[in-house]
């Protein structure tokens, strides 16, 4: 951003090539519509071919054309970077990651088997990190880009049946830190978005126990619930100019959850 620069201007991802994985449905699906209607192409992404899918992708396509889909399970050995590949033959090598695809068990810490251990640990984590380790060398070499994670209120308000869900998420904001201080001389701002209760499918079960759901708004500040689109405005900063001195940091979007 030059201090010529208007903030509308500041706000453009003309030019940009973005992949959001997890963007079926949810956060994800809201953060990709809005990067696309600042004008960046986008990859969006579910586990596997879905009438959900295929409406993210009319949803950016309808401000974005060039935009497209890819599908991939990143529990699976080896997805992400056949997935990296099949987004940078869509729509070129994306300058821009948002990894926001997650896998979330509730169950209490003595019940969980090393297998959905496993699992939640290297979607939520360990994909994140082979696919910033798979677009940094571009961003690197153009000197821009935007590594970014999606977290979780979890990080520093564990619930007591997601400790494995928790736990990836409080690693993924340290890792965050860390690649800022690496990757800043590129050009590369690096950092977390961390959303508190939103109100999408996978809450649903949940909120919709009223004892539930009047427990967990009394934690929270606001009072109410988040919608995915509450996640998108806070996404665009961190992705544009706008945004350019902003790094290392957790961007909290949860009522006021963190600090209640």
Known sequence: MKQTDSVREAFSLEGRRALVTGSARGIGRAIARALAE???????????????????????????????????????????????????????????????????????????????ALLQMQVNFHATYQLFQLAFPAMRQQRWGRLISVGSVQEIKPHPDMPIYAASKAALENLIRNLAKQCGADGVTVNNLCPGVFATDRNAEALNNPAYAEKVRAGIPLRNFAMPEDAAGAAVLLCSAAGRYVTGVTLRVDGGMGVA
Not at 61 to 67: F, K, Q
Not at 91 to 112: C, F, M, T
């Open 38 to 116: 600042c004008g960046a192409t986008v990859a969006v992404h579910g586990v596997r071919a879905s009438d959900a899918l295929d409406q993210s992708l009319a949803d950016v396509r309808a401000v974005s054309p060039a935009s497209a889909a890819v599908t991939g399970d990143l529990g699976e050995p080896g997805c992400a970077r056949a997935m990296f590949t099949a987004t940078s033959a869509a729509i070129g090598a994306p300058d821009i990651v948002i990894a926001n695809a997650s896998v979330q068990v509730r169950r209490p810490w003595l019940e969980v088997p090393e297998s959905e």
